[in-house]
């Protein structure tokens, strides 16, 4: 068991925060932005950065070499679409895509961070290994009301998108 905190603050004890989302046991910040049959896209439950997309499969699963055909397939086109949506409807231009395989150890679903790469972001650091640091900054500093609106509004966004497509 861990304890995880949302962005709003709440915190719980959880074992798989996947499996804890899936089930309603913790509730999502926003709504689920897109959902296939063996994935789902949500905001980051945790950070309170706009467009922080988390992909990940709908059961516990290592990593991609245990997809099966039809789930590789659904993957790499729900990351691209996801990865459009954040260009397209936020304006961001550079997205770090990131995926732990050791992460999964903690007791956890396969998933895919979309991590948006902001300006303010360069006082911290330029590059893939700053995201923890960002990340950090971003618990600690952007709850406030209007980042977390933000954070909403750009989810409600990319979810209105996705209808279209």
């Given at each position: 068991m861990v304890v995880i905190e949302s962005i709003d603050g709440t915190k719980k004890n959880i074992k798989c925060i996947a499996c804890a989302l899936q089930q309603g046991k913790i509730k999502r910040f926003g709504e689920i932005v897109a959902e296939t049959k063996y994935f789902v896209v949500d905001q980051d439950y945790e950070i309170p950065i706009p467009g922080f997309m988390i992909l990940a499969s709908k059961k516990h699963i290592k990593g991609i070499e245990d997809f099966s055909k039809e789930q590789r397939i659904e993957f790499i086109e729900l990351l691209y679409k996801i990865?459009?949506?954040?260009?397209?409807?936020?304006?961001?231009?550079?997205?770090?895509?990131?995926?732990?395989?050791?992460?999964?150890?903690k007791s956890s679903h396969f998933h895919v961070w979309l991590f948006p790469k902001y300006d303010w972001m360069k006082r911290i650091g330029e590059g893939v290994q700053f995201t923890r640091q960002i990340m950090e900054y971003a618990r600690k500093n952007m709850k406030t009301k209007d980042n977390l609106d933000n954070v909403k509004k750009a989810a409600l966004k990319i979810k209105q998108y996705f209808k279209k497509l």
């Open positions: 990865r459009k949506a954040i260009k397209e409807v936020l304006g961001i231009d550079y997205v770090y895509i990131i995926q732990e395989e050791d992460s999964i150890k």
